[in-house]
């Protein structure tokens, strides 16, 4: 008999693995089965929009296209905020496990400095933090950036790449706010 495999096997193992997924529930606040955006959207372009993922505040991650796990990934946020993340799930999981904790959207410079600054509350907390997110990694196999490799690429990611990707409120036709830049 014939072994089927998903179509995203990176998220299957993100929602069966107990490492992997408690470390991104926790700190990461990502969490695979919470998939519904609380009020209609689409994207200005028409391009198919799929929730595959939610945060504690009401967030969603919606894959963008066709495909499986190499498209574009955006981020929309309770409060009408928007922002293309990755380019795939690879690259979002490696940016959520290198920047997994609630300060990522306060990176507003994406620089080191401040993320080291907005993380130092939560390492008081987290001491198993790095083995934690190495143990991750591995059980994902992923290699995982530098910090400054991680925010620039979601500079580049969210302000450039990005730009097109508008969120639209689909009742009013109003565009969500640019998380970043």
Known sequence: MRRMTSALPLLDTVRTHEGVARFLSWPGDFEPDEAEHAEPVHLASGTRLEPFAGDGAGGTYFFCGEGVEE?????????????LLAVGLPELLRLRLLLAAPWWRDCQEFTEAESDLLAEEYLADLPDLAADREAAARALGLDLPTAAGALARLRETATVTGRDYRLVFTPEGTEYERLFG
């Open 71 to 83: 498209r574009p990934v955006l981020y929309a946020d309770s409060e009408g905020g928007a922002a």
